[in-house]
């Protein structure tokens, strides 16, 4: 289903979601949340991650990625310093591509829906509605009732704002 979709609004209130990460930062990720992975397994799920972002934000007509992340991403350190500090400086390079947004919501807007875990909002082809895909280790789960879509957008800086402040907490991490 999210193959189809021409647009993808991700919300990531953890880490930075896998159509933006460097190799390392996905290594780092899979490796210390799936222990129970052996090592080429691990390399195997970092080539896949890789693979996808190629597909889905290259070639001729690239998927449409509004990536939403909570400040929190920004500083919670995965991996070592320097591959934060790659993955920073990927988001802020991916934030000037023509298909790409990356935007944050501002602390001081509280509670919102996107604090109960990620989630994405697939925009299809009319007359396919859009969806919100809230997805855990078990199972997936679709919304798709207008109301339930409308509930979970959200305000945020504008992507310079947002540029901003990414690059100010990758210098912090040279501190």
Do not use: C
């Amino acid at each position: 289903m999210k193959a189809g979709a021409t647009h993808l609004a991700s919300f990531q209130p953890m880490l930075v979601p896998g159509l933006l990460q460097t190799e390392d930062y996905a290594r780092a990720v899979i490796s210390q949340m799936r222990k129970d992975l052996s090592a080429p397994q691990v390399e195997s799920l970092v080539r896949v991650r890789l693979e996808r972002q190629n597909s889905r934000l290259g070639g001729k007509a690239p998927a449409r990625l509004w990536a939403t992340l909570d400040e929190a991403v920004l500083r919670r350190r995965v991996g070592s310093v320097e591959v934060m500090r790659d993955q920073l400086r990927k988001l802020v390079e991916a934030s000037e591509q023509s298909n790409v947004t990356v935007q944050l919501p501002p602390f001081s807007l509280g509670a919102h829906p996107g604090l109960y875990g990620p989630f994405v909002i697939l925009t299809f082809p009319h007359p396919t509605p859009d969806l919100v895909w809230l997805e855990n280790p078990k199972n997936s789960v679709y919304l798709e009732s207008p109301d339930d879509v409308d509930n979970y957008t959200e305000s945020t800086l504008n992507p310079s704002e947002t540029r901003t402040r990414i690059v100010r907490v990758s210098k912090e991490l040279e501190e």
